[in-house]
Antibody
Framework: EVELLESGGGLVQPGGSLRLYCEASGFTFGDYAMTWVRQAPGKGLEWVSSVSSGSVSKYYADSVKGRFTVSRDNSLDTLYLRMNSLRVEDTAIYYC??????????????WGQGTLVTVSS | DIQMTQSPSSLSASVGDRVTITCRASQVISNHLAWYQQKPGKVPKLLIHDASTLQSGVPSRFSGSGFGTDFTLTISSLQPEDVATYYCQKYNSVPLTFGPGTKVDIK
């Protein structure tokens, strides 16, 4: 069974940084692209970033480009999201999602429980 | 960037009713469309991909159709456990945009 466990969320001041983690199990992590999706309180889903299976390709939403960096360590079955220059509008639950295929531009067939990031002074 | 819209934004229907949700892309996306269900307080769940392929384990009362720019998600007989917000998502290219969602509840 696929399991995705996010961690690293918390309260941070505007302009601060945070690193999110997603530990995967139940599938061959290195064979699949992975994605971060966020959901602001009471709002809809917003795609944030995707990374291909071998980290060759990385994609970002315009809203986070230049501030967020996605990475992965296939030896540790772990996905990361480094978030810098955080803004109040980055406040959201951040979900890690297994992405069908290895390329990164596809749909998401398994989701983690999410980790809450709150940006506030 | 391609914009995704959904209609209606919310609906209320009776148990057993046929429910149809529409998703429209601002440009052609072939059949590169998925539908997700998010129950209150829960994680999103994949229902349909490639516009009409039912994900394994999803009840057969859910179906999807469409190609190009116009897509539909149909629940053939609404059940109480179908109360949720439904999102479409395009994946022909980045950005991997979601629609704004359609909230479904029981009348």
């Amino acid at each position: 069974e696929v399991e995705l466990l996010e961690s690293g969320g918390g309260l941070v001041q505007p302009g601060g940084s945070l690193r999110l983690y997603c530990e995967a199990s139940g599938f061959t992590f290195g064979d699949y692209a992975m994605t971060w999706v966020r959901q602001a309180p009471g709002k809809g889903l917003e795609w944030v970033s995707s990374v291909s299976s071998g980290s060759v390709s990385k994609y970002y939403a315009d809203s986070v480009k230049g501030r967020f960096t996605v990475s992965r360590d296939n030896s540790l079955d772990t996905l990361y999201l480094r978030m810098n220059s955080l803004r109040v509008e980055d406040t959201a639950i951040y979900y890690c999602a297994k992405t069908m295929g290895s390329y990164g531009v596809y749909f998401f067939d398994s989701w983690g429980q999410g980790t809450l990031v709150t940006v506030s002074s | 960037d391609i914009q995704m819209t959904q209609s209606p934004s919310s609906l209320s229907a009776s148990v057993g009713d046929r429910v149809t949700i529409t998703c429209r892309a601002s440009q052609v996306i072939s059949n590169h469309l998925a539908w997700y269900q998010q129950k209150p307080g829960k994680v999103p769940k994949l229902l349909i991909h490639d516009a009409s392929t039912l994900q394994s384990g999803v009840p057969s009362r859910f179906s999807g159709s469409g190609f190009g720019t116009d897509f539909t998600l149909t629940i053939s007989s609404l059940q109480p456990e179908d109360v949720a917000t439904y999102y479409c998502q395009k994946y022909n290219s980045v950005p991997l945009t979601f629609g704004p969602g359609t909230k479904v509840d029981i009348k």
